[in-house]
């Protein structure tokens, strides 16, 4: 762990919205008298009927409610859309860049987005789509991306976002767990030049999901070329949208009734669909866009990570255009054509603000200077992170190269559950020390807890927890409250716990030191390595499966795993081939196993648990100290174990 520190430098200290002693006084009300400052934060956003209650929150696991501003009414898209339409109807909302650089880019103004939007959602509501239906979005990165969402929110739909880089599988559970009777895909997408066939994928699910749920399948023709059509359920997304009028009365929404779901892995069972709500959530992705970036209302914005994920969602759809942003949205990858493509975007679009994950960075890293030779990135002002540590290397390669030694780096520690930032430095108010993602923003109390549920003090390393509510918190796991109480609030009573584990130092800054749970992160994407062992252990051959996370120097971590065949199944290359192939399918390319090692059996306790501890320190070579083995039914495997490993690296 690095111990530099970066303080606040006077430049950045002269445009800065916040000085330090304002963060202090401001983040002092904000836990002091929670009431009081969201009732004023709350004014940010438009509200149709405005709220009078605020905070209504309790963390017993009894009587676990969360409710913000409960008694207000709107509609997100006032927010997003019409008061920018009435007073800046010409400024740009989205560039769009297309993966083929010097392709046709796009240019919506929130004029022109608004009216897409409208149209839109006129052309859902023709179809059928109701308040309060659930929309299952698979689309690339395109504005229609955004439109589809925005018209989802402007009629009161639910909108579910699935990664473009799922699998049919995957898709096929998401549109059934949420009952979803309406698809918006795209007949193909382009990833690094080559097309991905969006539209055969959603075809695939749908004959693995029951036969009569989803009633239309809405196809964006994004790339000419041509993809099966069903006569009886497809709609084509342009000749629906032409007939519309690009007026659309907003649908009125209560504060708590739900804007989106989102699919995240946890470390047991099937992904959980998780809910967030209109009111509370817009209200805090705007306030945290617009203090972690230092947002003036001037700057070019770009939010690198997939609108499929949520810091796509909260960070490059609801919070930036709340505040009437100028984003930048791109549909092809940093490395494409070549490691120089992510800078010559910022100097095309003059971007100010960049905000990526550490594994782009790290990615880019390997190619030395490379990525940013000849380009001038004197438009950048603030850098920023998400979704993983960031090692100490990397934060400081971002900050020379991309940075100039005086951008300072945002590392944002946040989950899809919070829907919006949670740890986070801020320009101008924080010293920064990279790998740290330092302080708590408004209304965040953060502490960390030993195993038995005391609160530590001071310097100290334990488990994540957050004492009170804040307005973006998801409400719920769709369909499964019960789950929702067991995972966040059952583990230490009376808090929300994060899963994470975190480290606190004499300056009171907090350092992420990762999952205390089966999850791994993945280039900064999350997966289950009991979602990973249930697709290994549905294929015939397959007699159990053990995942887990090794260190990965481009991907932070990678996905090892240990196989059990089948009795009378030979272990071969070919067999590894198709292990990894029928993950890839299963899941999606972002599962893809790195290593497969053949285990004649698991080492379980009596009782017949996995013992992953044990299987991690194998992966990763500490054979020296793998702890007491004596609880093991049969302690053997393990040489055979370390056997198989040597013989595999
Ligand atoms: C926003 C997002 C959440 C998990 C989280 C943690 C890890 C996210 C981080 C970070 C260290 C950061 N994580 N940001 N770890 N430093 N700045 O990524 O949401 O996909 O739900 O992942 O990612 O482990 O628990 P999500």
């Known amino acids: 762990m690095s111990n530099a520190i970066y303080p606040v430098s006077d430049e950045v200290r002269e445009s800065a919205l916040l000085t330090p002693s304002q963060y202090d006084e401001m983040y002092q009300a904000s836990v002091n008298d929670p009431e009081a400052f969201w009732a004023e934060q709350g004014k940010r956003i438009v509200w149709s009927k405005p709220f009078t209650q605020v905070k209504d929150v309790s963390f017993q696991k009894d009587d676990l409610h969360i409710r913000w501003f409960a008694d207000g009414e709107l509609n997100v898209t006032e927010s997003c859309l019409d008061r920018h339409v009435a007073a800046t109807p010409d400024k740009v909302a989205i560039y769009w860049e297309p993966d083929t650089e010097g392709g046709e880019t796009r240019t919506l103004t929130y004029k022109d987005l608004s009216e897409s939007v409208n149209k839109f959602a006129n052309g859902l509501k023709s179809l059928g789509v109701k308040k309060g239906d659930v929309v299952t979005v698979y689309l690339p990165m395109v504005p229609e991306m955004t439109i589809t969402m925005l018209a989802c929110a402007r009629i009161g739909a639910v909108h579910s976002v699935v990664f473009g880089g799922f699998s049919p599988e995957a898709i096929a559970g998401r549109i059934e767990d949420g009952s979803s009777e309406f698809v918006v895909t795209s007949n193909f997408g382009w990833r690094a030049g080559k097309t991905v066939p969006l539209k055969a994928n959603v075809d695939r699910a749908l004959e693995l999901t029951p036969a009569d749920l989803v009633k239309k399948v809405i196809v964006l023709n994004h790339v000419d070329q041509e993809s099966a059509v069903n006569a009886d359920r497809d709609v084509d997304f342009h000749e629906l949208v032409n007939a519309q009028s690009s007026e659309c009365a907003p649908t009125i929404v209560n504060a708590e009734d739900p804007l989106f779901i989102l699919y995240t892995s946890g470390s047991t069972g099937k992904p959980k669909g998780v809910v967030h709500t209109a009111g509370g959530y817009l209200v805090y992705t705007s306030l945290s866009h617009k203090y972690v970036f230092n947002y003036t209302g001037e700057e070019t914005y770009w939010c690198m990570a997939d609108i499929g994920w949520i810091t796509g969602h909260s960070y490059a759809v609801y919070g930036p255009l709340t505040n009437g942003a100028t984003c930048v949205m791109f549909e092809g990858v940093p490395n494409y054509p070549d490691s120089g493509r992510m800078a010559r975007l910022i100097d095309k679009y003059e971007i100010n603000i960049v905000y990526t994950a550490p594994t782009a960075i790290r990615a880019l890293m390997a190619h030395g200077d490379k990525p940013v030779e000849g380009a001038s990135l004197k438009s950048v002002k603030i850098l920023a992170t998400a979704g993983e540590p960031i090692n100490p290397e990397a934060w400081r390669w971002f900050y020379e190269k991309f940075g100039d030694s005086k951008c300072p780096i945002m590392d944002t ?48 390393s334990g488990n994540l927890v957050i004492c009170d509510s804040w307005p973006a918190q998801s409400r719920t796991i769709f369909g499964d409250h019960e789950r929702f109480k067991e995972t966040y609030f059952s583990s230490f009573e009376g808090y929300y716990f994060s899963s994470d584990g975190a480290r606190r130092d004499a300056d009171g800054d907090y350092w992420i030191t990762g999952r205390v749970d089966d999850v791994l992160n993945v280039s900064g994407h999350r997966m289950g390595t009991a979602e990973i062992e249930s697709a290994l252990v549905a294929h015939d051959s397959v007699a159990e499966a053990a995942v887990v996370g090794v260190p990965h120097d481009i991907k932070g971590q990678g996905i090892y795993v240990y196989v059990t065949l089948n009795e009378g199944v030979q272990s071969s290359d070919e067999m590894r081939t198709e292990l990894v192939k029928w993950v890839r399918s299963e899941i999606g390319p972002i599962a893809t196993p790195d290593m497969i090692q053949w285990a004649p059996a698991l080492p379980k306790t009596r009782s017949g648990k996995i013992m992953r501890r044990i299987l991690r320190k194998i992966a990763t070579d500490e054979y020296e100290n793998l702890g007491d083995t004596s609880t093991l039914m049969d302690p053997g495997v393990v040489d055979e174990l370390i056997k198989g490993h040597n013989d595999l690296t």
């Open 413 to 460: 520690w946040w989950q899809t559950e919070t829907g919006g930032m949670m740890l986070t430095p801020m320009p101008g108010v924080t010293d920064l020390k990279p790998g740290s993602a330092t302080k708590p923003f408004f209304g965040v109390k953060p502490a960390l807890l030993d195993n038995d549920g005391k609160e530590l003090e001071g310097e100290a």
